[in-house]
């Protein structure tokens, strides 16, 4: 039976999958003649008639013979000099270059142009210009002149339909082959308004329901959404009503554009897809056009799904661009608007858009009647990437150490995407070192690779610098040790990793939702504990110490300005409410809070810094001894593993 194959139809871009072409039938080639039928290629008697004419010109001008024996110039100059021309007939070119044709008194012998000699009273020579001096000078030797306009020929009608025929090859050669090569997104070089959605089906996309995981709440409400149009009975009979539009809610990697897929696969109707990119073109007007025709592609074939992904690119704030109303964007997003009320429920339309930006989006596009469902992807808990585990190794030939409960325990904060890359750089690994399966050292590898980065064996330290950075790690490990709250240890490297000279990993135990005073303390104080550290043991600090830095100043000033944690302060918001202009919010960036309110913020920033800075200086001071035993240890093996640190914890 001949295999189907897709072709594009019909007066949008979409990519319609109702029209099967045969793999039997003749396939039309773009030089195939006006008779053959078919549409939009290029016509093989233009290519002909193009080839002939060029074919022609090329003849006439690099080839064909001139009427007599072709001089030198110098030899020109030579047989005029000597007074031996008796006429010459000048014909002149539109480029002001000229060829003479001379009669000479006597046959002479001539050098001609390939060098050659020849005995002739005929010559031809071609100068760049034939000017008034040079026919006085002829004329006061004797010699009879006759000027003549010349013509290229054919030449000139290609010089003047040049320009027409570089058109045509850009347009045929360019425009017609991209169109082609992107799967039919624009039909011609004018067709800019067309919407760029491409129609799937179930047939294309293979990806259902049971390839997603950690998610469940969310496929619950997506799986409703299918049904209101696969069975819209069920829900009017009660007087439900089909939801105009879902929003996808979530941080990248969560899954948003995966559910997406698992839709289209589901679902027994056409399915649009298209990118809120895809909408914005350098032409004003285009980003509208577009929505206005892929609203009709929609409910030309209701009933169906739209899905745009990343619609924050369309759907950002109005009034934040310099440009005014005026603004192209925002022209989009206008269109948008209208026509999500435009279509009513009976056209069976439901829109589905995905973003990571929610705080960036237009209140008009969040309000009930356009979007009327908001669907929050959260990163999986610990059954979640059990599961989705198990979905990404289903394929995966495992070994029988690795257990997949335990792999999603080690995990915390990881989303789908993590843990798909995770699996991959384990595959990667096992198959590196030529093994059959993965066993669970590869994962540990894996993991340490997505947590800490790839490692740098090859970049060389030397040996001062390999024990400031052992001091600097070892007294993050023994500070987090000693500091109550801290999450635990999972391995400490000096190993350069990523842009880090030496790096420690820390591993929570469990998901955390929330974050406590004692927790955020605590992450301050063993963040400082490696600066700490090289002021007690080296008296010096460096450079080292920039990222802790940051961190804990960071972590410092939203507990006072946004978490409400100062004492001094109290439960009060002085973050800034207002956003920067390209990020879709107010155009005005206002301090909602006095001078002095900002220098008490500043002294409480600086108060948390210097008590967690003491904190840890008291505690690396009280285990000096243990801090140079893990150090020593750590210059020794370079890395080691959270049992490794308690074992030497243990000891003292």
């Known amino acids: 039976m001949p295999e189907l194959k897709e072709k594009n139809t019909g007066k949008t871009n979409a990519k319609n999958v109702f029209k099967p072409v045969r793999d039997d039938q003749p396939q039309q080639d773009w030089m195939q003649g006006s008779g053959g039928g078919s549409k939009g290629k290029f016509p093989g008697f233009l290519v002909i008639m193009m080839l002939g004419l060029i074919s022609i010109f090329v003849f006439q001008r690099f080839f064909s013979a001139p009427e007599n024996p072709e001089i030198t110039y110098n030899q020109y100059r030579t047989v005029l000099e000597k007074d031996l021309v008796t006429d010459i007939t000048v014909k002149t070119y539109a480029d002001r270059s000229a060829m003479l044709n001379g009669k000479l008194k006597s046959p002479s012998q001539l050098e001609l142009k390939n060098n050659s000699f020849l005995q002739t009273d005929r010559f031809s020579v071609t100068i760049p210009a034939f000017t008034n001096e040079q026919a006085d000078l002829l004329a006061a030797k004797g010699v009879q002149i006759t000027v003549e306009e010349g013509s290229d020929g054919i030449g000139t009608i ?6 027409w025929i570089i058109f045509g090859l850009v347009y045929f050669f360019m425009f017609r082959r991209i169109s082609q090569q992107n799967g039919g997104a624009t039909k011609n070089m004018f067709n800019f308004g067309k ?111 739209v899905f745009i992904d990343e619609i924050d690119a369309v759907g950002r704030s109005r009034g934040a661009g310099l440009g005014g109303g005026h603004d192209e964007r925002e022209q989009t997003l ?104 993965i066993d669970s050292a590869d994962f540990e590898q894996a993991r340490d690779k997505v947590l800490m980065g790839p490692e740098r064996k090859s970049m060389f330290l030397s040996d001062e610098q390999k024990k400031l950075t052992a001091y600097h790690e070892a007294g993050h ?28 990993a820390y591993l929570p135990l469990e998901d955390r939702y929330t974050q ?30 920039a990222n802790d830095i940051e961190r804990a100043t960071d972590i410092a000033r939203r507990m006072v300005r946004q978490w409400g944690m100062s004492d001094k302060l109290g439960p009060i918001n002085y973050s800034d409410g207002h956003k920067e202009v390209f990020l879709g919010k107010d155009y005005s960036h206002i301090r909602e809070y006095s001078e002095e309110t900002a220098m008490q913020i500043d002294n409480e920033v600086r108060k948390i810094i210097i008590d967690c800075m003491d904190n840890a200086r008291t505690i690396l001071s009280e285990k000096k001894e243990l801090l140079h035993r893990l150090a020593d240890t750590l210059i020794e093996k370079e890395t080691l593993n959270a049992g490794e640190i308690d074992a030497i914890i243990g000891t003292a």
């Not at 995966?258 to 027994?268: D, N, P, Q, V, Y």
């Not at 490696?530 to 080292?544: K, P, Q, W």
């Open 195 to 305: 919407s760029r959605a491409k129609m799937v089906t179930e047939f294309d996309v293979k990806i259902t329901f049971k390839d997603v995981a950690g998610v469940d709440e969310a496929v619950e409400e997506l799986k409703e959404t299918v049904e209101f149009l696969t069975n819209p009975e069920k829900f009017q009979k009660i007087g439900g009503k089909i939801p105009k539009g879902v929003l996808l809610l979530g941080s990248p990697g969560t899954g948003k554009t995966l559910l997406a897929k698992a839709i289209a696969g589901e679902a027994k109707v056409p399915f649009f897809s298209i990118s809120g990119a895809d909408f914005v073109e350098m032409f004003v007007g285009v980003g509208a056009a577009r929505v206005r025709d892929l609203f009709e592609q929609a409910k030309k074939n209701a009933p169906c799904i």
């Open 516 to 545: 406590d005073r004692q927790y955020l303390l605590a992450m301050i104080t063993y963040a400082l504990g490696g600066r700490v550290a090289e002021e007690l043991v080296f008296d010096e600090i460096t450079t080292g110490a």
């Open 158 to 163: 290609l010089m003047l339909f040049a320009p």
């Open 477 to 504: 490990v023994l500070v987090a040790a000693n500091t109550k709250g801290s999450d635990p240890i999972h391995k400490v490297t000096i190993i350069p990793r990523g842009r880090s000279l030496g790096l420690t």
């Open 334 to 437: 206008n269109q948008l608007l209208v026509e999500m009320d435009g279509f009513t429920t009976s056209d069976n339309v439901i829109l589905i858009a995905a973003t990571n930006r929610p705080d960036v989006l237009d209140t008009a596009l969040l309000r009930p009647g356009r979007f009327d469902r908001q669907i929050t992807i959260d990163k999986p808990d610990i059954r979640g990437r059990e599961a989705i585990l198990a979905i990404h190794t289903r394929k995966t030939p495992l070994a029988e150490d690795v257990d997949i409960t335990v792999l999603a325990k080690s995990t915390p904060g990881f989303s789908g995407a993590d843990l798909a890359n995770l699996v991959n750089e384990a595959a990667l690994l096992a198959s590196r070192k030529n093994k059959e399966r």
